[in-house]
């Protein structure tokens, strides 16, 4: 079983950056993909950006590619999302998201474990 703790949001200026984390407890981080996703208000959770086990494979929504970026360090039982240039539309509730695969999916479903969220605010 892997618990997730997302950290990092906050209230930032539009244009601004923001790093989020997500902490993953046990021993067999490295044997899971990651992913983020968030839910802005009143819509739907949506896939943000997706990581392999290895760090090797990244996948990104069209909306935050060349923006956003994902990585992890598995020594730290770490994956991270660090959001550039950020705009009011990315103003919502980050999760992160860990599935024990080699490679991520930008499908919710195929996730098994869930972080609490971590709120991000956009002000223009």
């Known amino acids: 079983q892997v618990q997730l703790v997302e950290s990092g949001g906050g209230l930032v200026q539009a244009g601004g950056s923001l790093r989020l984390s997500c902490a993953a407890s046990g021993r067999t981080f490295s044997q899971y993909a990651m992913g983020w996703f968030r839910q802005a208000p009143g819509k739907g959770r949506e896939f943000v950006a997706g990581i392999s086990r290895s760090g090797d494979n990244t996948i990104y929504a069209d909306s935050v590619k060349g923006q956003f970026t994902i990585s992890r360090d598995n020594a730290k039982n770490t994956v991270y999302l660090q959001m550039s240039s950020l705009k009011s539309e990315d103003t919502g509730v980050y999760y992160c998201?860990?599935?024990?695969?080699?490679?991520?999916?930008?499908?919710?479903?195929?996730?098994?474990?869930w972080g609490q969220g971590t709120q991000v605010t956009v002000s223009s």
């Open positions: 998201a860990g599935r024990f695969a080699g490679l991520p999916s930008a499908r919710g479903d195929e996730y098994r474990y």
